[in-house]
């Protein structure tokens, strides 16, 4: 069974920053790709980001520019950095690890099948 687990979420005000982090099992880390996605009401789960087991990132276009992920392999985490967040980026925000070994980045949920907890994000004045 594998086991993620999220931390950083909180409440920023508009323009601010936070670090998100992804701390999953060191067998886990080495041989599979993870991915950031979001949760609001009524919508499907979204891709964010994802970083590859050889550490390329990729970012969905709606965050380019604002969200960088990177990975710690020391530690057998990955980083999601908000910076500049807006009233529309709220939500929960999960990490998970994908399907297949050595995958590429991909974004769609459905390639995903370890989930960590969650953790919310929530931007407002």
């Known amino acids: 069974q594998v086991h993620l687990v999220e931390s950083g979420g909180g409440l920023v005000?508009?323009?601010?920053?936070?670090?998100?982090?992804?701390?999953?099992?060191?067998?886990?880390?080495?041989?599979?790709?993870?991915?950031w996605f979001r949760q609001v009401p009524w919508k499907e789960r979204e891709g964010v980001s994802c970083i590859s087991v050889d550490g390329t990132p990729y970012n969905v276009d709606s965050f380019k520019g604002r969200f960088t992920i990177s990975r710690d392999d020391a530690k057998n985490t990955v980083y999601l950095q908000?910076?500049?967040?807006?009233?529309?980026?709220?939500?929960?925000?999960?990490?998970?690890?994908d399907r297949a070994p050595w995958s590429g980045c991909r974004t769609?949920?459905?390639?995903?099948?370890?989930?960590?907890?969650?953790?919310?994000?929530t931007v407002s004045s």
């Open 13 to 35: 005000q508009p323009g601010g920053s936070l670090r998100l982090a992804c701390t999953t099992s060191r067998s886990t880390f080495e041989y599979y790709a993870i991915g």
């Open 82 to 97: 908000m910076n500049s967040l807006k009233l529309e980026d709220p939500g929960v925000y999960y990490c998970a690890t």
């Open 108 to 121: 769609l949920a459905t390639f995903y099948n370890y989930w960590g907890q969650g953790t919310q994000v």
